[in-house]
């Protein structure tokens, strides 16, 4: 590691500037889950009342063709508990890159499990249920700011993690974490984590209206970067924009595990880390129908598949990407070309490596010609606008709004990240 890396290094941790965002800290950098509830918690019993997305995006029709089943998630995150009456039976052997006391299945903040439940809980006790309950996790623990200030920790655990996914069997890797500093050695982790095969969510963060500075891992070219919206279709005041957001897709009011010791749940207001999650799981299911699928066809149909309300198809905004995912559209009605097995739909460059053997499928959908388009203020989805004259449900039937912050204009089109 160069002498500049190493001051990076050290700013990212003394500053605490890693944008580890949990629902239980209350730190400068804190992005991707959002503010916990103070008040009281959600009752077991209720909390899956709490998940409106699961209805709107038609999770009980999907779970009748497929659960995620065959399909492993890679969790970078605080440790999941695989103890947990949703998680019992979901969580396999992963890494710990922490470099302290503890396994990866010792989560000290409460977040990765929330993430995990999010992706693969079946909901079992009244916990959280998964949108991919047949899939399975594999933890990756690594640190937060707070945990770096309490504890000796491995400096490199991220770039560690991402490699150990990478290694792994998983097929996709979920990271809701992020900093405001790229690394030469993170983003080698991930390129790696790409020549693997590998498809890498990581959400864009909840810092829209405290500079809006870009994070990473999920602004590296080979990351999907997520954005979180409300159950109106529309973008959350919190969630970043610009180059990184490349889908959008579930993140308010979503409730996570309170803290450590995992007695109850909380409400939150949400966060690009149950987005992220909740893509993860929209992947999951794709995947497990088409297993003979590569990471980039399975990305393919989760872009071409999003809801875009009036959006011209091949656009993409700053606040939603390509849209808000709709996995059902794939699931229950067959639709969304997966494109050449080795392109990536991010960079539109060949990629090496692949976690299924590519089935022959239709020619990759060339991007159209970008063209500029703008709106005052708010970009919404046409509410009748309905797949194949079936009225679907939000998710499914393509409703999306943006709203701007700031009150300013906006450009739709964006330039496409490159490698």
Not at 124 to 141: D, S
Not at 248 to 271: L, N, R
Request: aromatic fraction near 6%; charge should be neutral; hydrophobic fraction near 35%.
């Amino acid at each position: 590691m160069t002498a500049g890396m190493s001051q990076t290094r050290k700013r990212r941790m003394s500053l605490g500037l890693r944008g580890r965002l949990l629902g239980t800290m209350a730190v400068a950098a804190a992005w991707c889950v959002g503010f916990v509830g103070a008040a009281s918690s959600a009752v077991a019993a209720d909390v899956q009342a709490k998940q409106w997305y699961l209805k709107a995006m038609h999770a009980e029709e999907m779970w009748k063709v497929t659960t995620g089943e065959g399909i492993k998630v890679a969790v970078i995150d605080t440790g999941v508990n695989s103890s947990t009456p949703s998680l019992k039976g979901q969580v396999l052997k992963g890494f710990d890159a922490t470099g302290a006391d503890g396994d990866e299945y010792d989560d000290y903040r409460g977040h990765g499990t929330t993430m995990a439940e999010l992706i693969a809980g079946t909901g079992k006790g009244g916990g959280l249920q998964g949108l991919a309950p047949g899939a399975k996790i594999i933890p990756m623990r690594i640190t937060d700011t707070e945990f770096q200030n309490e504890h000796s920790v491995n400096a490199h655990d991220s770039e560690d993690a991402i490699r150990a996914a990478a290694d792994s069997d998983a097929q996709i890797i979920s990271m809701a974490f992020g900093s405001d500093f790229p690394g030469r050695e993170e983003r080698e982790a991930v390129k790696y984590a790409r020549s693997k095969g590998k498809l890498f969510f990581a959400g864009v963060g909840n810092n829209a209206k405290k500079g809006n500075k870009e994070q990473f891992p999920a602004s590296y070219p080979q990351v999907v970067g997520v954005a979180a919206t409300d159950s109106n279709g529309k973008v959350s005041t919190y969630s970043q924009h610009g180059d990184a957001v490349d889908i959008a897709a579930p993140g308010d009011g979503i409730p996570t595990w309170c803290d450590a010791k995992f007695q109850g749940y909380c409400d939150s207001e949400g966060g690009t880390s149950q987005a992220t999650a909740i893509t993860s799981a929209s992947a999951a299911l794709i995947w497990s129908a088409h297993p003979d699928w590569t990471a980039n066809q399975v990305l393919n149909v989760l872009f071409d598949t999003a809801g875009r309300g009036d959006w011209e198809k091949g656009t993409l905004s700053n606040y939603l990407g390509h849209g808000i995912i709709r996995p059902a559209v794939n699931i229950l009605k067959g639709k969304g070309n997966p494109g050449a097995p080795d392109i990536s739909p991010l960079t539109k460059e060949k990629t090496s490596g692949s976690s299924a053997s590519p089935a022959p499928s239709a020619p990759a959908s060339s991007q159209p010609e970008k063209k500029e388009k703008a709106d005052d203020a708010v970009v919404a989805g046409s509410s009748k606008e309905k797949d194949d004259g079936s009225p679907l449900g939000l998710i499914i039937g393509g409703a999306a709004a943006v709203v701007v912050l700031g009150g300013g204009a906006f450009a739709l089109v964006r330039k496409r990240r490159t490698a």
